[in-house]
């Protein structure tokens, strides 16, 4: 391989062998480097394959003024999250991840310690992206005697949110809320509590997480079945009732109305987690 560009001591980009840019990480391997010269692929600790090039120059913009370990610690939690918990995730990872766990460390030694104020929702809801947060604390502490608290769990969590839905942080931040407000309207339209050991709490857990998902990748199921939903309507009139609720809560949080195919759905899932508790 040939270097195009030195980025810093121990950070260079090149070309693979099907001609894709890459971005190579080792220590000492930019040191006295000059573009087109051979790669010594001895030093090569770490190879980034991003496929956009706006989130390529981001990302050598990124690790041009950071410590090797911060950048090496980022790309090992997110193969990490793909090969053990099979995350499909936005390239943007990359860039996100490695920004904030190089601020985190460096806001950290500064004797600052943000608070944060979705952990609990987070680790209720968004478990596997915990298991994450989790999963890189104590991958810092191994390799940099650096103790994170738990918040920063969470905050790393929303970073992977963020990738897997193709959102924004900013929106990623309100998932969470959103879980649990829906989940309280409908205990509280209903008059009950839910079981959330049982498999059809989980299961509506899970619709709503990929209902919002789906909200903000304005890709909303269109209106296809209006006569199952007019059996729903008629049948389960409180489920019904419930989830037209939910779909007025969405619609004044996001500003996207949902569909009746949407509105039926949620009123199946309610039904589904309702008639379970009946039967204890």
Not at 225 to 247: F, N, T, V, W
Request: charged fraction near 30%; charge should be negative; include cysteine.
């Amino acid at each position: 391989m040939v270097i195009d560009k030195v980025i810093n001591n121990n950070i260079v980009s090149a070309h693979d062998d099907e001609g894709r840019e890459i971005v190579i990480m080792g220590r000492g391997l930019g040191f006295g480097a000059k573009p087109g010269q051979r790669l010594d692929e001895k030093k090569v600790e770490k190879v980034f394959r991003i496929q956009s090039s706006t989130l390529a120059e981001q990302f050598k913009d990124l690790l041009a003024g950071m410590p090797l370990e911060h950048a090496a610690l980022s790309g090992d939690i997110i193969a990490y999250a793909r090969e053990q918990l099979n995350l499909e995730l936005n390239q943007s990872i990359y860039v996100t991840l490695t920004d904030h766990i190089d601020f985190a460390i460096t806001r950290f030694r500064q004797g600052i310690r943000p608070h944060n104020a979705l952990l609990w929702e987070i680790r209720r809801f968004y478990s596997r992206e915990y298991q994450i947060g989790q999963y890189a604390l104590q991958m810092i502490r191994e390799r940099l005697q650096v103790e994170l608290p738990e918040d920063e769990a969470g905050f790393i969590a929303l970073h992977f949110i963020n990738a897997e839905y193709g959102t924004n942080i900013r929106d990623a931040a309100r998932f969470p809320n959103l879980v649990g407000d829906i989940l309280d309207i409908a205990q509280g339209e209903l008059g009950i509590r839910f079981d959330e050991n049982s498999l059809h709490y989980e299961r509506f857990v899970t619709h709503i997480k990929f209902l919002i998902q789906r909200i903000y990748r304005s890709e909303l199921l269109e209106d296809q079945d209006q006569e199952l939903g007019e059996m729903m309507r008629r049948k389960y009139p409180r489920e019904y009732q419930c989830s037209r609720r939910i779909a007025a809560y969405i619609g004044q949080e996001t500003g996207h109305e949902l569909s009746g195919d949407e509105i039926m759905y949620l009123a199946i899932h309610i039904r589904r987690v309702t008639a379970a508790g009946d039967d204890e």
